[in-house]
């Protein structure tokens, strides 16, 4: 069981920066792909970007050139630095572990970013 937890998260203004990170109560190495989703008020969750122990990232077009995912293996932790945010990024969003060979899903409790001025 990975228990996962989030920074928090705050309220930024249009074309501000913020940034969360998520650490791993254990190891999270080469058998996890780490990511955050975001859910907004009546939709889906969603993807917003995965990150492998190489490093190879995936993000979703609205956030591509905005946001920036990394991880740090050693530190068991993983970060999301948005930028240029804008009032539909506000969203509750979480942190997710994959373990990639048991198909296992670890989830954070989330946390609340509100862009607005």
């Known amino acids: 069981q990975v228990q996962l937890v989030e920074s928090e998260g705050g309220l930024v203004q249009p074309g501000g920066s913020l940034r969360l990170s998520c650490t791993a109560s254990?190891?999270?190495?080469?058998?996890?792909?780490m990511g955050w989703y975001r859910q907004a008020p009546g939709k889906q969750r969603e993807l917003v970007a995965t990150?492998?122990?190489?490093?190879?990232?995936n993000y979703a077009d609205s956030v591509k050139g905005r946001f920036t995912i990394s991880r740090d293996d050693a530190k068991n932790t993983v970060a999301l630095q948005m930028n240029s945010l804008k009032p539909e990024d506000t969203a509750v969003y979480f942190c997710?572990?994959?373990?990639?060979?048991?198909?296992?899903?670890?989830w954070g409790q989330g946390t609340q970013v509100t862009v607005s001025s």
């Open positions: 997710n572990a994959h373990h990639i060979v048991l198909s296992l899903e670890y």
């Open positions: 254990q190891r999270i190495g080469s058998a996890y792909v």
């Open positions: 990150i492998t122990s190489r490093g190879n990232t």
